[in-house]
């Protein structure tokens, strides 16, 4: 019976000498706490107590209902709950063209204050979106956060249609076009200002407005008000392609301001005679590519018919870029003075630098103003694309 006695009490003395031994162990380990030694197997992991640690109560922000085109931005809160510095870097986003910025302030974060990363989001696409930003920190817990958007993209009115496009319109009469602005979050819109941005020809538009009828405002049933936009032109605008754009500010919410292109041809008795170069249904002059050793030489006719004709008498009012060179021949009348008929050549000399004039953000298209002597078409517009190299 002894010996049973001995051998239970050697057992528990092995143990006690066991655990001691632990206890010594982990009391000389960097962390210097048992709670902060955590066995996997057969590898101790260290928890570095001086570690910053991030809190955030919201990683998610509904923007709601969002007009498209606008901007809007939302500010996250981010606590160090930890005792080191927080450090925020920007990650990906799910969404390039959407999500336009992500800021940070008061960063890096100190121990138990705050930081701020704010989202700027641009509603681009109608309907509902989700999207996320991935914001990088150095918590070893809590490597990425991800801050989530949601919300619906929805237009408050809609201008019908988008663009105004007069065809054929005479230089010498009046013609009016009409659009429609339909309102879906108010009963009542109407236009405030308006502008014609071309200063050009901007005298020779006018523009009126008026509620539109409950029978007008029917066609679009989800429409809750309305108004129509009647744009017209006056005589005397330059004959050739029609250029202006006209901006209206709308008595709605942040009075928005929308762009309305306007567009055609304005037609007269005087007309361009030209090559393949010459696009007469959108009255341009398309020049291509061109180079600059050897120029280029395009042969063209101005032409008048009508009680006016014998009063064309083509003067060359301005040429841009100026290298464009503009030149004019000998005048004939036709048909007993019924029709008259100017040669016209217009010239890019040997010698000239790269240039880049095709319309768009490498460069604006050239243009050439002729003074004719008509009466009822005075100016006439020739828009001219090309491209100069080596």
């Excluded at 014609?196 to 538009?205: G, N």
Aim: glycine content about 10%; overall charge negative.
């Amino acid at each position: 019976m002894r010996h049973w006695v001995l051998i239970v009490l050697a057992l528990l003395l092995g143990i006690a000498l066991g655990f001691g031994g632990t206890i010594i162990e982990l009391g000389a380990s960097p962390s210097g706490t048992i709670a902060q030694d955590l066995a996997i197997g057969d590898t101790a992991v260290a928890v570095d107590s001086s570690a910053p640690h991030v809190i955030v109560e919201n990683t998610e922000f509904d923007f709601g209902n969002m007009e498209r085109g606008i901007s809007q931005s939302h500010t996250f809160s981010v606590k160090n709950g930890g005792r080191g510095l927080l450090t925020l870097e920007k990650g990906p986003v799910s969404c390039g063209l959407c999500i336009i910025g992500v800021h940070f302030d008061n960063t890096p974060v100190p121990s138990d204050q705050t930081g701020e990363v704010a989202i700027t989001w641009k509603a681009n696409s109608m309907g509902p979106f989700r999207h996320h930003a991935d914001v990088h920190t150095n918590d070893p817990s809590r490597p990425t956060v991800q801050f989530t958007i949601v919300g619906k993209v929805m237009n408050s009115f809609r201008v019908s249609p988008e663009e105004l496009v007069f065809s054929g319109v005479s230089a010498t009469n009046s013609a009016t076009a009409e659009l429609r602005i339909y309102s879906y979050r108010s009963k009542q819109v109407a236009v405030t200002g308006h502008k014609f941005t071309v200063d050009e020809s901007a005298d020779k538009f006018e523009v009126r407005a008026e509620p539109l009828s409950t029978k007008q405002l029917h066609e679009d049933p989800e429409a809750k008000g309305g108004v129509a936009v009647f744009v017209s032109t006056k005589p005397g605008l330059p004959v050739g392609r029609l250029t202006q754009k006209l901006e209206l500010t709308l008595d709605l919410p942040n009075n928005p301001v929308v762009d309305v292109p306007i567009t055609g041809m304005v037609v007269s008795d005087v007309q361009m005679i030209g090559g393949n170069e010459w696009d007469s249904e959108n009255g341009l002059l398309s020049l291509g590519t061109v180079s600059g050793r050897k120029g280029a030489k395009v042969e063209m006719k101005l032409q008048a018919h009508g009680p006016h004709a014998k009063d064309l008498h083509p003067v060359l009012k301005s040429a841009k870029p100026d290298l464009l060179k503009v030149t004019f021949g000998e005048r004939r009348e036709l048909a007993g003075g019924h029709f008259v008929q100017v040669p016209m050549t217009i010239e890019i000399p040997i010698g000239t630098r790269p240039a880049v004039h095709l319309g768009n953000k490498q460069g604006e298209m050239g243009e050439i103003l002729i003074e004719t002597g008509h009466p009822e078409a005075n100016i006439l517009r020739i828009p001219v694309r090309f491209t100069v190299g080596d």
